[in-house]
């Protein structure tokens, strides 16, 4: 897990803006749906695949379930951090507030105004729940089910304060991000926690710029 607080970064990076929409039952078909209430949304999980002709046994490669925990996110200094106490306590840096080689942890010295990503990520093995415990509003980057996803296929979602977004198996993603500077969601994901990934800045040269101030229509 060291990459994911300390990412290798090619010398030279350009950023990719994201587009900002609002997060709808209508613009997130097919990437989820918004939540009203934790406890009323399913998660799914996915059967595990068949590895060769012999079908799986009915009812079996689904029992896993799912992990329930917190996920944390906080800023320091230029640089934005996250810890899922659902899954063996990962903790990730999911970005910057500015160029990479500047940022600061030990100091704020730019606006927190949006922030710079260079990795996503999707569950094969079922979808995830983030529903903020405080009612914080939040972005979300999303793209479609695909291994050869590129940084234009992703769409950031603002989902107005006091809603929950959930999202569908094999779905890109890297987590959610609040508006404010720290922020404490509920989340419910696959137990197995199956992730592939992708790195943007070394498979593209590229960071995604998420603008956190911009509220969609």
Excluded at 74 to 98: Q, R, T
Aim: glycine content about 10%; proline content about 7%; hydrophobic content about 35%.
């Amino acid at each position: 897990m060291d990459s994911y607080l300390a990412p290798e970064l090619p010398d030279t990076l350009i950023v990719h803006e994201v587009p900002v929409v609002r997060a709808t039952e209508e613009s997130l078909r097919g990437y989820g749906r918004l939540v009203d209430r934790p406890e009323d949304c399913k998660v799914e999980i996915v059967t595990w695949p068949q590895p060769g002709w012999r079908k799986m046994d009915e009812g079996t490669g689904n029992e896993g379930g799912t992990t329930k925990g917190e996920f944390d996110f906080w800023w320091e200094g230029d640089i934005l951090y996250g810890k899922n106490h659902a899954v063996a306590e990962n903790e990730y840096l999911f970005g910057w507030s500015c160029d990479p080689w500047r940022a600061r942890r030990e100091e704020q010295t730019v606006p927190r105004d949006r922030v710079l990503l260079w990795h996503a990520n999707y569950h094969p093995d079922g979808g995830q729940l983030f529903f903020p415990r405080n009612g914080e509003a939040f972005l979300a980057p999303l793209a479609m089910p695909g291994d050869d996803v590129k940084p234009e296929d992703f769409v950031a979602f603002y989902v107005d304060g006091g809603r929950g977004l959930y999202i569908h198996p094999n779905i890109w993603h890297e987590a959610v991000f609040p508006i404010a500077d720290k922020a404490r969601f509920h989340d419910e994901q696959g137990k197995v926690h199956a992730r592939i990934s992708c790195d943007f800045a070394q498979e593209f040269g590229v960071l995604l710029g998420v603008n956190l101030t911009e509220r969609a229509p």
